[in-house]
């Protein structure tokens, strides 16, 4: 099982989260640790995961008196159970400490609480990128620049579907990963260049094809008009 399988099933599964994506990452800067601190737990690898939760209003009885008419389960049903609240996204920081298969949840922010998403370079793919929350900024490296790319590309649509206002700023980021869904914009100019492509097969085969016919037609009649001269002559000498 990948880790991304695993923290999706250890963190989210158990809270009905969906994960949406995970990136990998370190710090570009060391956390300064006060002189004081002990008892740390060793190396750890760090996740930067985002999910979201379809919240659901749950069924509820009633428990009332003997003077109110009970239903057979022994309480009245409250009414409009099945309404859903909105959904609600998160960002999650997960742990995997050296020595140990498990995965901790170590820090939440909300959604609206992201401000900006720094990119750092907007002309070139690189692993780097920073986060600034309401009251939390980090500076990251992911393991790979491409996996940067996904997880902001996902991060960017999320943002666009669940909030309506304050939307963080995406700084710095290259136009592939805020131009929209680029990956599908890709599939589809991929699949209008193969279809365009083969459209034009088709065309040239056509014309070809009618040319050959036409060939065959001019062949046809020649022949044709051969014969009926041959006639002609063998008719004259019998003649």
Known sequence: MSAKSAIYKEIFAPHDERML???????????????????????????????????KTKNCLARVSNAIPLGPDGGVPCPQVTNKKPAQASITKVKQFEGSTSFVRRSQWMLEQLRQVNGIDPHRESPEFDLLFENAFDQWVASTASEKCTFFQILHHTCQR????????????????????????????SVTSAVQKASQALNERGERLGRAEEKTEDMKNSAQQFAETAHKLAMKHKC
């Open 162 to 189: 669940y909030l309506s206002d304050k939307k963080p700023e995406f700084i710095n980021c290259q136009s592939k990963i805020i131009g929209g869904n680029s990956i599908l914009h890709s599939a589809a100019d």
């Open 21 to 55: 994506g995970a990136v990998q990452v370190k710090r570009r800067t060391k956390k300064k640790i006060p002189f004081l601190a002990t008892g740390g737990q060793g190396e750890y690898l760090t996740y930067i995961c985002l999910s979201d939760e379809q919240q």
